[in-house]
Structures are given as structure tokens and as C-alpha cells.
């Protein structure tokens, strides 16, 4: 199965600011592409580009005053199976953990461990352990959260959401994050692409989409809370402890958006030239 994604972004920037950008596939990715990501910086500025430590690409730019246009387009090809699911996953005793997996146990900025730690255990205390302690977390939080754009703030954190009782993709996200990293299980937030495939299409315009991985059974696995419901041709972009770590500008000033339209849809062939119906 072929995917085509994309994105025409403007900004408008007063002053010249240094930027960060995470808006390309995750280099684990990049094998699948059909074609280079064509990512165009308009004006044409000097990037450098880095590796961080979550192993996300991240473009470093000096933006110019005026009008920022950022855009891409590419097409990448999928299984076209659902996420898979393995019901089997056993949870790891914190001491067994691999060294690198044990900071998605902490803390973070959108993630409040310390004052969700009560009630993760209260809610999941008694579940299986395993896969399915984190399914329980995610029916839980996907029932609990009222979705919609109107909700969306980015100073919401983890008990935001829960108090809130309503937010959009990243807050149920760093909600179900939280209660497993409560619950001693390293959970990450990732970011990407979500088309509507395979499942009956939405009449919001594309956004890019956030969801979660699990390290279970020495390995991790996706879980989606805000669909709760293995998902076909999900591109991850950037991965990290939560939205702080996979943003996809950071400008280190002023800026305000202008456009941002998203294009995730299934093409006939590697050159994406037709969307399938």
C-alpha cells in the first residue's frame, strides 16, 4: 500500500528567530519512502540538520523576517495491516528495564506522574498486568476525554486532561502516557501521520496525530487512545517523553500561524499521482 503525505505550513514572522523542526519521517522510516521528502524552505534560508537523543531528524534554520512557507510531499509505502496487537506482552519488573528505557518511567513536562500516581493505581491497580493493564488505561482515557479542536491548549498537561475531562489527540495521549508511566510501564509519545484508512473518513480538515508507545515484552507497542482501535498506515514522524520533545517548529520567538494544511491518502502507485476513492 502506498501513502502520500505532505503539508503547506506559512508563518508570519516579525523579526529573524532561530527555529527547530521535527517534519519529516522518522529516519526508521525513511526506507519506506518511494522518493526523497521534498521539504522547501520558502525563502531559501541555511539549515543544518541533527540527530537528538531521541533519534528524531530535526532541522535547525535561521528564519528571516516576512512570510515563512514550509512545504512537503512525499510517498511512502505501508503493509497495509492494522496495528498489531499481542495481547501476550508481559509487563517488566522496573529492575529488568533496559537503561535507556527507564527515562519514559519519569516525569516529564506535560506528563505529571506525581500527581496522577494515586489515582493510575486506584483506576488500574487490580487489571492484568501487561498488555492488558495498558488497554484497560487506554478504554478508560479514550472514555473519559470528550474530543474536539475547540479543547486543544498548548499549556495543557496530563492532569489538565483528567480534570478537564476534554482535549484533543496529544491530551489523551499524555494522559494515557502518564497513568502507565504511574503504573511502572515506559510509555513514549510519538507523532505522525493518521490517514482515515480503513476506518469510515472524518469531516475535519487532516492534522497530524499523536499517540503512544509501550515498552512490553521487550519491545515497544502502539496504542492509540484517542481512536482505541488498531489503525492502518500510521507514519511516525518523531518520538520522545511527550510534546515538548516531538514538536514540530520550536521558534525561539515570536511567530503566528498562517496556513497549515495536511495531506495523508492512500495512492495506486509509488508516484502518487491518484488518491484511491
Not at 470528550?146 to 496529544?170: I, L, M, N, W
Request: proline residues 7%; aromatic residues 10%.
Amino acid at each position: 500500500m502506498y501513502i502520500r503525505i505532505g503539508y503547506d505550513i506559512v508563518f508570519d514572522v516579525p523579526t529573524p528567530i532561530p527555529m527547530l523542526m521535527l517534519l519529516r519521517v522518522h529516519p526508521s522510516v525513511e526506507p519506506s519512502l518511494q522518493n526523497p521528502e521534498a521539504l522547501v524552505i520558502e525563502p531559501e534560508v541555511g539549515a543544518s540538520d541533527y540527530i537528538d537523543s531521541f533519534g528524531n531528524r530535526v532541522r535547525r534554520i535561521l528564519a528571516p523576517a516576512g512570510s515563512l512557507k514550509l512545504t512537503n510531499d512525499a510517498v511512502v509505502a505501508v503493509d497495509g495491516l492494522p496495528d498489531p496487537v499481542h495481547p501476550d506482552a508481559r509487563e517488566h519488573p522496573v529492575a529488568e528495564l533496559p537503561t535507556e528505557v527507564i527515562q519514559f518511567l519519569l516525569a516529564s513536562r506535560y506528563c505529571e506522574v506525581d500527581r496522577l500516581g494515586e489515582a493510575a493505581w486506584d483506576l488500574f491497580g487490580k487489571t492484568p498486568r501487561g498488555w492488558g493493564r495498558v488497554q484497560a488505561v487506554v478504554d478508560w482515557v479514550h472514555g473519559h476525554i470528550e474530543f474536539g479542536y475547540q479543547h486543544a491548549r498548548s499549556t495543557k498537561t496530563a492532569y489538565d486532561a483528567f480534570v478537564e475531562a476534554k482535549g484533543v489527540c496529544r491530551d489523551f495521549t499524555h494522559l494515557a502516557v502518564t497513568f502507565c508511566r504511574c503504573l511502572n510501564i515506559p510509555a513514549r509519545y510519538a507523532t505522525g501521520y493518521l490517514g482515515d484508512i480503513g476506518v469510515p473518513a472524518v469531516p475535519d480538515p487532516m492534522d497530524f496525530s499523536a499517540w503512544f508507545e509501550v515498552f512490553l515484552g521487550g519491545r515497544w507497542h502502539t496504542f492509540d487512545a484517542r481512536h482505541n482501535t488498531p489503525r492502518i498506515g500510521r507514519i511516525v514522524m518523531a518520538r520522545g517523553r511527550d510534546a515538548t520533545d516531538v514538536a514540530l517548529t520550536t521558534s525561539f520567538g515570536p511567530t503566528s500561524l498562517q496556513k497549515f494544511v495536511v495531506w495523508t491518502d492512500e495512492v495506486t502507485d509509488a508516484g502518487g499521482a491518484t488518491k484511491v476513492a
